[in-house]
C-alpha cells in the first residue's frame, strides 16, 4: 500500500512523493493506492489528481480520467498512447530517444523495438489530427519531442 502527498495546485516537478504504509489508515489529506510489490516494481503510478493542463495549451490533459482533448475535441486513445501523449506533453521541447521511450512508457522489461514506438507516434499523430500532429516532432536518427508552437494557429 502507498501513500502519496496531496496534490498541489500546480504539477510539483519530478514524481510523486511515495511511501509504503501498513494496515493503519493514511495520515490526514494523503491517499492511499493499492498496488502489489510486484506492480510498484514494474512501473510507479503516476499521480492520479494531477490537474489537467491550463487552458493556454492546445493540448490538455486529464491525468484522473485518462483523456486528452485537443481544441475542446476528446481523443479516443488508448493506455499507452495516452500515456506516450502524457510523456511527451508533460516535457515540451526535450528530445526523447526511442528507448527512453520504451522504458518510461511501456516499463524497463519491455522487450520491444524502436519500431513499437514508431508505430504508436504514428496511430497518435493520426488521433492529434490535422494542425496538432505537427506537434511531436521527429528528430532524425534519434527519437521524438513535443514542440507546442508548431500547432497550427
Given at each position: ?13 519530478g514524481?510523486p512523493l511515495?511511501?509504503?504504509g ?30 489537467p ?14 483523456t486528452?482533448v485537443?481544441?475542446?475535441?476528446e481523443l479516443r ?6 500515456e506516450l501523449?502524457?510523456h511527451?506533453?508533460?516535457?515540451p521541447h526535450q ?5 527512453q521511450?520504451l ?12 519500431r513499437?514506438v514508431d508505430?504508436?507516434?504514428?496511430r ?7 494542425g ?6 521527429t528528430v532524425?536518427?534519434v ?8 500547432a497550427a494557429a
Open positions: 500500500m502507498l501513500w502519496t502527498r496531496p496534490a498541489p495546485r500546480q504539477p510539483a516537478p514524481p511515495l511511501t509504503a501498513g494496515r493503519r489508515p493514511p495520515p490526514r489529506g494523503q491517499r492511499r493506492i493499492e498496488m502489489s510489490p510486484h506492480e510498484m516494481s514494474l512501473r510507479p503510478p503516476r499521480t492520479l489528481s494531477r490537474p493542463r491550463p487552458a493556454g495549451h492546445r493540448v490538455a490533459l486529464d491525468y484522473r480520467r485518462r486528452a485537443v481544441e475542446g475535441r486513445l488508448t493506455g499507452r498512447e495516452f501523449l502524457a511527451l506533453v508533460g516535457r528530445v526523447h530517444t526511442r528507448r521511450l522504458v518510461s512508457v511501456w516499463g524497463p522489461t519491455c522487450v520491444g523495438g524502436g513499437t508505430v504508436h507516434i504514428a497518435l499523430r493520426g488521433k492529434l489530427g490535422p496538432h500532429r505537427e506537434t511531436i516532432v532524425r536518427h527519437g521524438y519531442a513535443y514542440d507546442p508552437s508548431r
